[in-house]
């Protein structure tokens, strides 16, 4: 099975770029509703991820209490506590599931480093619930 099965595209993807302020990036998480966003260059590559935790430590210690304060401080100057480690579309289902069991979700990035979009480890969850479990306990139930 291909990795590509499981992707969500960039465009449907909500992401930060390296550029952001403190700021923008409290706003666009708090728009998108996730606890984790991918970071991207403007040229398209991956270059970390950025979780509520990171931007709650740097308001602490940055002491911005003022939101006016957090336009000064871009995203790339904040700690991040872990990246999310982007695989390449050619990485085989094996170390996509290796990459899931750590990550909420896993950066996928082309021949060129370009991001391209997401997996899910919702998504591997779902199909796996579909096409195993779901099958057998239909079967069971006959």
């Avoid at 991956?46 to 003022?66: F, Q, R």
């Avoid at 000064?72 to 094996?94: F, Y």
């Avoid at 619930?129 to 306990?137: G, N, S, V």
Wanted: glycine share 6%; hydrophobic share 40%.
């Amino acid at each position: 099975m291909n990795l590509l099965f499981f992707l969500t595209p960039k465009a449907s993807c909500s992401y930060l770029y390296d550029d952001y302020t403190l700021r923008q990036a409290l706003e666009r998480m708090e728009h998108s509703g996730y606890t984790a966003l991918p970071i991207l260059n403007r040229c398209g590559e991956y270059c970390g991820t950025l979780t509520e935790g990171d931007l709650l430590w740097a308001v602490k210690n940055l002491c911005c209490m003022d939101l006016r304060d957090t336009e000064e401080h871009g995203i790339m100057s904040i700690g991040h506590r872990k990246d999310n480690l982007p695989v390449s579309v050619s990485t085989d289902m094996q170390e996509l599931l290796l990459r899931a069991t750590d990550q909420n979700f896993v950066p996928v990035v082309d021949d060129k480093g370009a991001f391209i979009g997401i997996v899910t480890r919702r998504a591997i969850m779902r199909y796996c619930l579909e096409h195993f479990i779901a099958p057998q306990l239909v079967a069971e139930a006959r």
